[in-house]
């Protein structure tokens, strides 16, 4: 007999999240068209601890108006990690400027901050630190090289609900971070993201693009102030962001709890885990592992075992640098070795012991 199919990860969606999504769409017209966006707002920026918040239509967007804001373009440079999702360089490319891919720290998975000098050029014009898997960066070094260069660094935490940095959330110390609700994400409103600054400016100016170029000081009815964009998220969205953010503790625990569970059961085989070092706290979006270098395997194959157990598995992100819209950058070693050697397995917040075993069974037996 088939078992049920483990996914690698979906929402945790309750009856809050539908009353208040069913509220907004019976409610949610005229003068509430905008109650649960300004909630949902409010509410984020308060857990993290920042001055505002712009929610919007997904992650990818917010980065786009915030190099926008920071007038990133033609000619310009900014530095990023070479192994990453594509939805965090897209953006630099749209506004006209140029992705520079540096090499990762092959504990951290993060960008390596000791590559970033060697990378610094008169063009370049921002810094991105991508928190991937929930593994967070190195933001003491970041943010000593910002302050060194005047260089501003930019936090894609799409992946990094519940990580911390020193005890400051990720998203919260750069010159702005962004956020993705996306429904593999912890927090999830289906499609969704939310741009987040301490910076007066920078968000006005944010706001603005992100709402066609209209000024929220503007009196004139349907008159933009300049070309922007629409990246604004619904009232429906945020209504389900709101009932999530109620829920965020116990969400952010379950994916710990799932992390700690694997790591456990898994001790003594041949590969390694997210890294959680002094003074962080990862918040374990996607539970990895890397399988030690000396260790002969097909990926494919581990994939395949999974998929005739009907388990989802996922790969682990390849570098940008070789996909074919870009330049190849090989000597980007740790990214190169790290995409053929990681997987992420299944982690959603309902996700029960006994399916965990099921994974865990099935690695077990290939190493």
Request: charged letters at 25%; proline letters at 4%.
């Amino acid at each position: 007999m088939v078992e049920n199919k483990i996914l690698y990860t979906k929402p945790s969606i309750t009856d809050l999240e539908t009353e208040y999504a069913a509220d907004a769409a019976k409610n949610g017209w005229g003068d509430d068209c905008y109650k649960y966006i300004d909630q949902f707002e409010s509410l984020f920026k308060n857990h993290l601890g920042v001055k505002h918040a712009i929610a919007t239509s997904s992650c990818t967007g917010a980065i786009h108006i915030g190099l926008s804001s920071l007038g990133i373009g033609y000619g310009d440079e900014v530095i990023v990690a070479d192994i990453n999702w594509i939805a965090s360089v897209s953006p630099i490319v749209h506004v006209g400027a140029k992705p520079i891919f540096v090499d990762v720290d092959i504990n951290s998975w993060c960008i390596d901050t000791n590559k970033i000098r060697e990378a610094i050029t008169p063009n370049t014009k921002a810094i991105m630190a991508v928190h991937l898997y929930g593994n967070i960066c190195n933001m003491d070094e970041l943010l000593a090289i910002s302050k060194e260069y005047d260089i501003p660094i930019i936090e894609d935490s799409a992946e990094a609900i519940g990580s911390e940095w020193n005890l400051k959330k990720a998203g919260s110390m750069g010159i702005y971070g962004t956020f993705s609700f996306h429904g593999t994400k912890t927090i999830c409103t289906g499609e969704g993201g939310m741009f987040v600054t301490n910076d007066d400016k920078i968000y006005e100016k944010s706001l603005t693009l992100s709402n066609h170029g209209r000024s929220r000081n503007q009196k004139k009815q349907f008159w933009p102030d300049m070309i922007g964009f629409k990246y604004k998220m619904s009232n429906i969205q945020a209504a389900i962001g709101c009932a999530q953010l109620e829920r965020i503790d116990e969400l952010i625990s379950k994916k710990r709890k799932i992390f700690y569970f694997y790591k456990e059961n898994l001790e003594g085989l041949p590969f390694s885990f997210n890294p959680e070092p002094e003074n962080t706290k990862n918040g374990y979006w996607m539970p990895t592992i890397i399988v030690n270098e000396d260790v002969k395997f097909n990926r494919e194959d581990v994939l395949m075992k999974f998929k005739q157990e009907n388990i989802d598995a996922r790969v682990f992100f390849w570098p940008l640098s070789s996909l074919p819209m870009f330049e190849s950058k090989r000597e980007n070693f740790n990214s190169y070795s790290l995409n053929m050697r990681g997987i992420n397995l299944p982690s959603y917040h309902d996700l029960t012991e006994n399916q965990q075993e099921r994974v865990i069974k099935v690695l077990k037996n290939i190493f």
